[in-house]
């Protein structure tokens, strides 16, 4: 059983800066991999960004050079420096962990969200 906690969102003004955090406790297995996705109103979620274990990244096109992923493997917590927001950043975002089992499934888990609004 995995539960995702996440802390950070808040309101800020399109250029502002935000801090998002998410803790994963397990029942003691390895996470693999971790990342936010975010779902704008009327809009279906979307990947931000991921990051393994061993800490290759990725990211949406339309947050690079913006927004940095970074992990703590020995706290299984996942974080996203957001910079220069702007106003079509405005979602819940969620973070997400991705357990690779040996039969070759994925498990996926989710946080209930935390919202990140923009102001122009």
């Known amino acids: 059983q995995v539960q995702l906690v996440e802390s950070g969102g808040g309101l800020v003004q399109a250029g502002g800066s935000l801090r998002l955090s998410c803790a994963a406790s397990t029942s003691g297995f390895s996470i693999n991999a971790m990342g936010w996705y975010r779902q704008a109103p009327g809009k279906q979620r979307e990947l931000v960004a991921t990051i393994t274990s061993g800490g290759s990244t990725n990211y949406a096109d339309s947050v690079k050079g913006r927004f940095t992923i970074s992990r703590d493997n020995a706290k299984n917590t996942v974080y996203l420096q957001m910079n220069s927001l702007k106003p079509e950043d405005t979602a819940v975002y969620y973070c997400?962990?991705?357990?690779?089992?040996?039969?070759?499934?994925?498990?996926?888990?989710w946080g209930q969200g935390t919202q990140v609004t923009v102001s122009s």
């Open positions: 997400n962990a991705k357990r690779l089992r040996v039969s070759g499934l994925t498990n996926n888990y």
